[in-house]
């Protein structure tokens, strides 16, 4: 009996003694985030905050992790929810990207991102422009080059509709080459593999695509990285060169963050940013980043918000000038 008590009192001593010297996420635990994903399973967004959940429970910086699907209106379906629900959402983070500021701009829904609470911006996938692998063109000359030379022969197509981001991008990485961005052939694909069967064809001369997939194309074989929306090349590949580096002044990247219904008390706030800022520092996040070819882009309050309004600001000229605003 005496023994088993000395033994329960040595136990105590010895798990708060390992509290008070060990490293500890006690202070800043978030018992709980429930993750509203604006579009069904397995595309970006779920991949985001289900890889999001999965770091944060297991490095020990959140309790416990919910996931709810919410597809509708481009994204507008769980944007209102979160809004007109506000009260009840206070534990609720909503992933988004860059569709919200497209498809606020273009009226797809009412709402924008100042309707929302702010969070953070986590990753992002910068864009790319590539060739086939047999293609003469190796650089953003000589795509320009050929553009020049016959501009209608020299077409670019992308996975996405007219005034969508593969064509936006497209438009702005010609326009800051000094080309009338209203002159650029594109042609919209439905499907990666349609487009990459008509890269191989010639019946487009370059594809707009986001910089991940470009990576694993361009690690199968079956494309040439000529020009990258980074500031600086990125370790994914080495040696694709941005187009800063050809002369061409201009960035962009499709970033994935994260919002919280509109009111979310102030302590909320900082308890979700400061769990997300923790995380990058974790073996448990840099297992999900890596395994998702994602590059982290953290962009926190304030911050989110310039980075927002100054690719609204871009995305808003370009698409007033190409006519969809």
Known sequence: MTTFKLGRRALIAAVAAVGLAGPSFADEVVDSIHFLIPGGAGGGWDGTARGTGEALTKAGLVGTASYENMSGGGGGKAIGYLIEN?????????????????????????????????????????????????????????????????PGATAIGGGSVPGGMDHLVAAMVM??????????????????????????????????TGFSEAVDLANAGEVKIIGVTADERVDAAPDAQTMKEQGIDTTFVNWRGFFAAPGLPEDKLAAYQDAIAKMYDTPEWEEVRARNGWVNIHNSGDDFSTFLEQQEQQISDLMKKLGFL
């Open 175 to 208: 326009e800051a080459a000094g080309k009338d961005a209203l002159g650029v052939k594109y042609i919209p694909y439905d499907a990666g593999g349609k487009a990459m069967a008509a890269l191989l064809s010639g019946e487009i001369a370059a594809l707009s």
């Open 86 to 150: 506000a009260e009840s959402n206070h534990g609720t983070l909503m992933v988004n990207s860059t569709p919200i500021v497209i498809r606020s701009l273009t009226g797809v829904f009412p709402h924008n991102f100042r309707d929302l609470t702010l969070v953070s911006g986590t990753i992002g996938d910068y864009a790319a422009i590539v060739v086939g692998k047999d293609s003469p063109i190796n650089s953003m000359a000589d795509l320009l080059a050929a553009y020049d030379a016959d």
